[in-house]
């Protein structure tokens, strides 16, 4: 059974910091690249980061980059990927979800439509 469930969301100042956990089973997602995405009501998902299957190359957009960083950890047979979030903003603020595709590069990395697997999604909001 595929399973990816997000933990570490929560209510954070502006400037503060959270990192976002995902931890992902049933396939054999250490071969998969993954991402996350954010949606807030009225919008659809929103690219913020992805991540090859080795980890060796990280894409962003221009809104978070410098700010978020992505990162991986394929070494158990659950796979790990972590959203580091620093100097916040309230715009930041939206429902974050882990995504994995099911190649390990290429492709579109910012288009939700790559991604056949998801989480249930995990509340983040930053107060002003």
């Given at each position: 059974q595929?399973?990816l469930?997000?933990?570490?969301g929560?209510?954070?100042?502006?400037?503060?910091s959270?990192?976002?956990s995902?931890a992902?089973?049933g396939?054999?997602f250490?071969?998969?690249?993954?991402g996350?995405?954010?949606?807030?009501?009225?919008?659809?998902?929103e690219?913020v980061?992805a991540?090859?299957?080795?980890?060796?190359n990280?894409?962003?957009?221009?809104s978070?980059k410098?700010?978020?960083?992505?990162?991986?950890?394929?070494?158990?047979?659950t796979?790990f990927?972590?959203?580091?979030m620093?100097?916040?903003?309230?715009?930041d603020t939206?429902v974050?979800?882990?995504?994995?595709?099911?190649?390990?590069y290429?492709?579109?990395?910012?288009?939700?439509k790559e991604?056949p697997y998801?989480g249930q999604?995990i509340?983040?909001t930053v107060?002003?």
């Amino acid at each position: 059974q595929v399973q990816l469930v997000e933990s570490g969301g929560g209510l954070v100042q502006a400037g503060g910091s959270l990192r976002l956990s995902c931890a992902a089973s049933g396939r054999t997602f250490s071969n998969y690249a993954m991402g996350w995405f954010r949606q807030t009501p009225g919008k659809g998902r929103e690219f913020v980061a992805a991540i090859s299957w080795n980890g060796a190359n990280t894409y962003y957009p221009d809104s978070v980059k410098g700010r978020f960083t992505i990162s991986r950890d394929n070494a158990k047979n659950t796979v790990f990927l972590y959203l580091q979030m620093n100097s916040l903003k309230p715009e930041d603020t939206a429902v974050y979800y882990c995504a994995a595709r099911s190649v390990a590069y290429g492709g579109n990395y910012s288009h939700e439509k790559e991604y056949p697997y998801w989480g249930q999604g995990i509340q983040v909001t930053v107060s002003s």
